[in-house]
């Protein structure tokens, strides 16, 4: 079967059954390499992207259930040229050790911001708790968020 999808602004057809994760289709159809698989169960989030304005762990969303939604991978956020305030404030605060669970924080961190300018660091430290980070960079991930925060309604 043929899915057709919307992803990073870009309409895609790919040969998939409905029931593939969405992960599967990024990394494997499109060559997105940004959304990682960590756990393969929705507990680690380091698969995470956006799917309109909702954070969704695309390890295990079936590709079938997109509905026509556009898909926002990280290398959807920013480009070399134009670096997303977000990423910007993740260089600057050294906000990734191993950089695995990064493309998922920053989508995280991108829903969160989109739909709270004025997060505080509570707010921040709640949008991401369900990200995990192995190498311990939860404290410079926060600063990094509420950064490009600030940056972001200047």
């Known amino acids: 079967m043929t899915i057709s999808l919307l992803v990073n602004r870009q309409r895609h057809?790919?040969?998939?059954?409905?029931?593939?994760?969405?992960?599967?289709?990024?990394?494997?159809?499109?060559?997105?390499?940004?959304?990682?698989?960590?756990?393969?169960?929705?507990?680690c989030g380091a698969c995470t992207v956006m799917l309109?304005?909702?954070?969704?762990?695309?390890?295990?969303?079936?590709?079938?259930?997109?509905?026509?939604?556009?898909?926002?991978?990280?290398?959807?956020?920013?480009?070399?040229?134009?670096?997303?305030?977000?990423?910007?404030?993740?260089?600057?605060?050294?906000?990734?050790?191993?950089?695995?669970c990064s493309s998922g924080m920053l989508m995280a961190a991108k829903a969160l911001l989109d739909a709270n300018p004025h997060a505080d660091e509570a707010a921040v430290r709640s949008a991401l708790a369900g990200q995990k980070c192995r190498c311990g960079a939860h404290n410079r991930i926060v600063r990094a968020v509420l950064r490009a925060a600030e940056a972001m309604r200047s």
């Open 13 to 43: 057809s790919v040969p998939a059954s409905p029931d593939t994760p969405l992960l599967y289709v990024l990394r494997n159809d499109l060559a997105l390499n940004g959304a990682k698989f960590g756990c393969g169960q929705a507990q």
């Open 52 to 100: 309109g304005k909702t954070p969704v762990r695309s390890c295990v969303f079936p590709v079938g259930a997109l509905h026509g939604q556009p898909v926002t991978t990280v290398e959807g956020l920013g480009s070399p040229e134009h670096v997303h305030p977000l990423q910007q404030a993740f260089i600057d605060e050294q906000a990734a050790q191993c950089g695995y």
